[in-house]
């Protein structure tokens, strides 16, 4: 700590849980010197980095329940997630558009980071694809009246709350359902 006192991993995992320790630790690159911010860590707010991203996550869990709740998808859609399928007409907003695009581009940003052995490359896309994610929700009802507005917006969310699911299970982050 700034005090000078020693804390172990185990009292920081107890303090913070493991995803948030485990974040913040691969949140500095392997050259970076890391000043763990145990309050930061501790914060469930958009300054915290980790409850950010599973904030996000939550929200999509959340988001597809009141989907089958209101009868715009089914318990498997729910479940297993809905395939993402831009109107047959092409007319996406151009929010909406963004997310989409963002999201195709996990397969290419795994590939470097992989290639590059850099996790950063990974928390970096997260990071900017759930401020995309975030931007669209504020602006966008999903649960619309018009149904295939609604399933393809679902089907939206669906996509982006896979692709941080993945990237999160790639840093060894859970995704959760709720918080």
């Not at 930061?40 to 707010?45: E, F, I």
């Not at 609604?150 to 996509?159: C, E, K």
Request: glycine residues 8%.
């Amino acid at each position: 700590t700034r005090q000078g006192t020693f804390v172990t991993l185990a009292e920081v995992m107890d303090a913070v849980g493991v995803d948030a320790a485990r974040f913040f630790f691969l949140n500095r690159g392997v050259e970076s010197h890391l000043d763990f911010d145990l309050e930061l860590a501790k914060r469930q707010s958009s300054d915290n980095p980790v409850f950010y991203l599973q904030y996000a996550a939550a929200r999509c869990a959340s988001i597809m329940r009141r989907g089958l709740e209101g009868g715009w998808i089914s318990p498997d859609e729910c479940r297993e997630g809905l395939r993402f399928a831009p109107p047959s007409d092409g007319e996406l907003e151009e929010d909406e558009e963004l997310l989409a695009r963002r999201l195709g581009r996990f397969p290419l940003v795994v590939e470097r980071a992989a290639a590059a052995a850099d996790h950063m490359k990974v928390i970096n896309y997260l990071m900017e694809l759930v401020e995309s994610f975030h931007n669209y929700y504020q602006r966008r009802r999903v649960l619309v009246e018009d149904r295939r507005t609604a399933r393809t917006r679902l089907g939206l969310v669906s996509a982006f709350r896979t692709v941080l699911a993945n990237g999160l299970g790639l840093l060894g982050v859970e995704a959760p359902e709720r918080m």
